[in-house]
T-cell receptor, first 117, second 114 residues
Framework: DGGITQSPKYLFRKEGQNVTLSCEQNLNHDAMYWYRQDPGQGLRLIYYSQIVNDFQKGDIAEGYSVSREKKESFPLTVTSAQKNPTAFYLC????????????????FGAGSRLTVL | DQQVKQNSPSLSVQEGRISILNCDYTNSMFDYFLWYKKYPAEGPTFLISISSIKDKNEDGRFTVFLNKSAKHLSLHIVPSQPGDSAVYFCAASAGETSGSRLTFGEGTQLTVNP
């Protein structure tokens, strides 16, 4: 079955530590995204990538970093510079065939919950 | 600056009745709108979308209405079922292509009581 796999599902981190969240997709989607969900704030875009070896900052990129070395993979690193990292993190992907209606309909993974101790 | 706003954090309805979830937006460049449904500890799943060239789109029990002049859209679920209990997110973009970033609302928790 095609889909998006996020791991780990739950992660605990001590203050000052960097952690990396994994996101893998087998949908053959070109574009991948990272969102953060906090209570009462909806989904906020952290980073996105429309093509391998290229990515752009979203609305709340400070304290995060990403890489896109393979089409299937878009890992997110939460660095110690992120002031309030405790949140639910969602990875998503979409087609990137330019001009196709509905190409920005996102398919989401099941999410990773990060808790800073 | 919240460009997409869902003013009701929660909504409770009886099974079999209609559920109406509302969403307002401020950016006049938005021309494509989507609704997502999310269960706890899962990722959101796409429900239904509408382009600004339409004012209504229907898919089974789900209908989305768009009022461009009021910058308002709503999702109607009829009849509501207990399995519909979830958080519903409204999202908007300027364009439908892959480069069109989605802006999400805060979400509305729908509870359908048996």
């Amino acid at each position: 079955d095609g889909g998006i796999t996020q791991s780990p599902k739950y992660l605990f981190r001590k203050e000052g530590q960097n952690v990396t969240l994994s996101c893998e997709q087998n949908l053959n989607h070109d574009a991948m995204y990272w969102y953060r969900q906090d209570p009462g704030q909806g989904l906020r875009l952290i980073y996105y990538s429309q093509i391998v070896n290229d990515f752009q900052k979203g609305d709340i990129a400070e304290g995060y970093s990403v890489s896109r070395e393979k089409k299937e993979s878009f890992p997110l690193t939460v660095t110690s510079a992120q002031k309030n990292p405790t949140a639910f993190y969602l990875c998503a992907s979409s087609m990137a065939t330019g001009g196709v209606a509905g190409a920005n309909v996102l398919t989401f993974g099941a999410g990773s919950r990060l808790t800073v101790l | 600056d919240q460009q997409v706003k869902q003013n009701s954090p929660s909504l409770s309805v009886q099974e079999g009745r209609i559920s109406i979830l509302n969403c307002d937006y401020t950016n006049s460049m938005f021309d494509y709108f989507l609704w997502y449904k999310k269960y706890p500890a899962e990722g959101p799943t796409f429900l239904i979308s509408i382009s600004s060239i339409k004012d209504k789109n229907e898919d089974g029990r789900f209908t989305v209405f768009l009022n461009k002049s009021a910058k308002h859209l709503s999702l109607h679920i009829v009849p509501s079922q207990p399995g519909d209990s979830a958080v519903y997110f409204c999202a908007a973009s300027a364009g439908e292509t892959s480069g069109s970033r989605l802006t999400f609302g805060e979400g509305t928790q729908l509870t359908v009581n048996p």
